[in-house]
């Protein structure tokens, strides 16, 4: 958490020295930014990162559905597939079509 942290707190640094600097020394940064994005270690972190969430959000979202919980929703309601969609699904809310 520490190295994130530190991470941040360097980018937002160089953002506001590079647009004390000009637009040209913003350039620079933004490029070094993007480069360092690019770079094939830190796509692979990315990857393995987005493979780790996934992982914990489908076991986070099978737990619930074989718990009491998950069963007593599943058992309630007329559209039992709609309201475990709804709280296992983030970002959407099916009966207002509403996203978040």
Known sequence: MRGKLMFFTGLAAGFVLGSRAG?????????????????????????????????LYTEGKDKLQSSKLGEKINSTGSGADDTTDELTTPGTAKSTGTTY
Do not use: C, D, S
């Not at 350039?27 to 780790?52: D, L, N, S, Y």
């Open 23 to 55: 637009r040209e020394k913003y350039e620079e940064i933004r490029a070094t930014a993007q480069k360092a994005w690019q770079h094939p270690t830190v796509q692979e972190a990315a990857g393995v990162a987005q493979a780790q969430a996934n992982k």
